[in-house]
């Protein structure tokens, strides 16, 4: 069943002032996927039928967690070698994670409805932050970029906020759109030039990896709404070759193409990276050598305690660490699929595409950090979702896991009310 097929249902009385404000985005005939139910609308969240434990995702849940604790234990293990010590780090790394409980709390209680009504602000936000933190008065510059707007006691980074802004924009407008999304290839045209242009603001900074996965995110969220396969098929050539082309217009993105080749004939230039990553998994063995046991991350390997920290689980806890995390990820883009899938069977379109591209983000960030430490993919900064230091990138993907588990809840809500209706 396709994403843009729209959901009847008979009119309801708002609750509220708020409700009446958001009802206009979700009347009968106004837009796809609208929630029907009462306690959905207003936000409950206490189970109140046999069907409340069918509505609360614990596989989600706990595997989200589980990365976060393996995040808590590898930050502190991984930044041993860091100055100012791992203690230092551990307690950053928590005031992160106890933030991303709350903002997952946050968002779990609030109805998508919200977010459907505020997609095209939620576009305007990314690209005015996108926009703020080339301002130099605004920004921080760190090894030749400026990714990060300075508040003093903490850093926003703007690009991983605009992955969610864009993907709770681009769902909205694929639902608001309805049948004329794939009936109409020119209804393409606004949603890829808004992202266009957040896009060129997060070149400017540059953030190539990241706008590798905003262009990812974009195409798969228009294919999985319902996009013609020739009209597709050439959009993602062309993009293609605009993101090659922007690729080897730096000549230090050429020189990571090319050590990307064969790191060892500059394992102490420009391959010293991949080098001392793939030293570290070959000492890990199947088994590994135990947690804190390793020795990479001591001066060794770059960004231990971020963007390599995959190569310090396989160290410590060898082949079998390394596939036990890759799986847990797995379980949670499974898992946001599946929620996708059903959404879109409950007649909800902007909560199925909301999962589909929490899933295409989280799933996509991991895959590819873990193939820049194994040498698959050329060396780009790129954090493991969860488990690498950073809090923008932890608050961003827990919001993000947060969404799912409420289209979860919000189908699963419909298809129980459903159901009580027909028997």
């Known amino acids: 069943m396709s994403v843009r097929r729209r959901a009847r249902h008979a009119p309801r009385m708002p609750a509220n002032p708020v409700d009446v404000l958001l009802d206009r985005e979700t009347r009968p005939g106004a837009d796809a996927g609208t929630v029907s139910s009462p306690a959905v609308a207003g936000g409950a969240a206490v189970p109140h039928s046999p069907a409340a434990a069918a509505r609360f995702d614990a596989t989600l849940l706990v595997a989200w967690l589980a990365l976060l604790a393996v995040g808590v234990v590898m930050v502190a293990s991984a930044a041993a070698g860091r100055p100012g010590g791992a203690d230092s780090y551990l307690v950053k790394h928590l005031v992160f994670v106890a933030a991303s409980i709350a903002v997952f709390l946050v968002l779990a209680a609030t109805p998508l409805r919200l977010w459907r ?5 939620c576009l305007l936000v ?14 921080v510059e760190v090894n030749g970029a400026r ?28 639902a608001r759109v309805g049948d004329h999304f794939a009936a109409d290839w020119s209804t393409w045209l606004a949603p890829l030039a808004w992202v266009g242009v957040v896009l060129v603001l997060v070149l400017c900074q540059p953030d190539f990896g990241s706008v590798v996965v905003l262009a990812t995110l974009a195409g798969g969220l228009l294919f999985l709404a319902g996009a013609r396969l020739r009209s597709f098929g050439l959009l993602t050539v062309l993009g293609g070759l605009a993101l090659a082309a922007v690729a080897v217009l730096q000549p230090y993105r050429v020189e990571r193409l090319v ?5 060892w004939a500059t394992q102490f230039d420009g391959g010293y ?27 060794y390997l770059p960004e231990a305690h971020n963007d390599f920290i995959y190569a310090v689980i396989a160290e410590e806890f060898g082949l079998a660490g390394a596939v036990g995390v890759l799986a847990l990820f797995a379980v949670v883009t499974v898992r946001m699929l599946r929620i996708a899938r059903a959404a879109v069977l409950a007649r909800q379109p902007f909560a199925g595409l909301l999962a589909y591209g929490a899933a295409l983000l989280i799933g996509g960030q991991a895959l590819i950090n873990a193939g820049v430490n194994t040498g698959v993919l050329p060396t780009k900064g790129m954090t493991l979702p969860f488990v690498s230091f950073g809090g923008n990138s932890i608050l961003v993907c827990s919001a993000l896991v947060a969404l799912a588990f409420r289209a979860h809840w919000e189908s699963a809500q419909t298809g129980a009310e459903g159901g009580d209706a027909e028997r």
């Open 117 to 121: 009504f505020l997609h095209r602000p």
């Open 147 to 174: 990714r990060w707007i300075d508040f003093g006691v903490a850093r926003l980074q703007p690009a991983e906020f605009a992955k969610l802004l864009v993907a709770i924009y681009l769902a909205g407008y694929v």
């Open 259 to 263: 050590t990307f080749l064969d790191p």
């Open 126 to 139: 990314a690209i005015g932050l996108c926009a703020l933190v080339l301002v130099p008065v605004f920004s």
């Open 273 to 299: 990276q991949l080098t001392q990553a793939l030293i570290a998994f070959g000492r890990g063995g199947y088994l590994g050598l135990g947690l804190g046991e390793g020795v990479q991350k001591l001066f």
